[in-house]
């Protein structure tokens, strides 16, 4: 099995970047670019990053009217992404657009619920039951507009797989067992995401801002 682990680029600065895809690179099986990244380096950072060589997932998590996150898709056909997110928050019409207007090659991806967010944060948004529910419920809104995948947590990922046999499952939120969690609200370790089912292992600061990133990616690689 090829490495399920995608390394979150998370770095204002390309130079930077690039390095520490560099020095990963044997330890993770992809490289994600997400807002931070895009908004300053756009498409020449992007075309940069995937001299590295890894598969590129772009997370631009899209969520707009269908026209616009249709022409969204179209303007980033030329940089063949692998992977590329959307929110199912923007409704089935969307999600429906935005895949046909996707490269053939890429997978469209929508955000459920993001893991920052707890049953709190779904009442103060009105949105009625928890956390797991809404993921469920957008998951198979995303199944039925005819989508890859969903991301969503290692908490609701087992569940919603049972749903969607042949489904694309992104898990980010992804802590070692001694990690610090920062905004995430709802994680789990690498390996209780991939023994629930995820597809790709979406990880950042634990190895981003790891003092010696190689060995931290080691190290969560060796819990696979
Ligand atoms: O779409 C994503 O990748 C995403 C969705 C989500 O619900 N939660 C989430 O953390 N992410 C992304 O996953 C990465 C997690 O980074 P770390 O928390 O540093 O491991 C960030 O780049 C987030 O933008």
Redesign the pocket.
């Known amino acids: 099995m090829s490495n399920p682990i995608y390394l979150?680029l998370?770095l204002p600065r390309l130079d930077a970047a690039i390095a520490l895809a560099q020095k990963v690179k044997g330890h993770v099986g992809g490289l994600?670019l997400?807002l931070e990244f895009f908004c300053a380096h756009g498409h020449h950072g992007v075309h940069e990053v995937a001299k590295v060589g890894l598969p590129i997932f772009l997370?631009l998590?899209l969520h707009d009217i269908p026209n616009t996150v249709a022409g969204a898709m179209q303007s980033i056909h030329v940089l063949e992404p692998a992977i590329v997110?959307i929110h199912a928050g923007g409704g089935r019409a969307m999600m429906e657009d935005a895949k046909a207007a996707a490269g053939e090659h890429t997978k469209v991806v929508a955000?459920t619920v993001?893991?920052?967010l707890d049953d709190g944060d779904m009442a103060s948004m009105g949105v009625g039951g928890s956390a797991y529910d809404q993921a469920l419920r957008l998951a198979d809104l995303a199944q039925e507009a005819g989508l890859d995948g969903i991301?969503c947590s290692g908490h609701e990922v087992a569940a919603i797989h049972k749903r969607w046999k042949k489904g694309y499952f992104?898990v980010?939120?992804?802590r070692p067992a001694d990690g610090t969690l920062?905004d995430?609200k709802r994680a789990v370790t690498p390996r209780a995401a991939r023994d629930a089912g995820a597809s790709v292992l979406?990880?950042?600061?634990?190895i981003s801002r790891a003092e010696d990133p190689v060995a931290a990616a080691r190290a969560i690689e060796a819990t696979l």
């Open positions: 979150a998370d994600k997400g997370d998590k997110t955000v993001l893991t920052s991301v992104v980010p939120g992804l920062g995430q979406v990880i950042g600061r634990p």
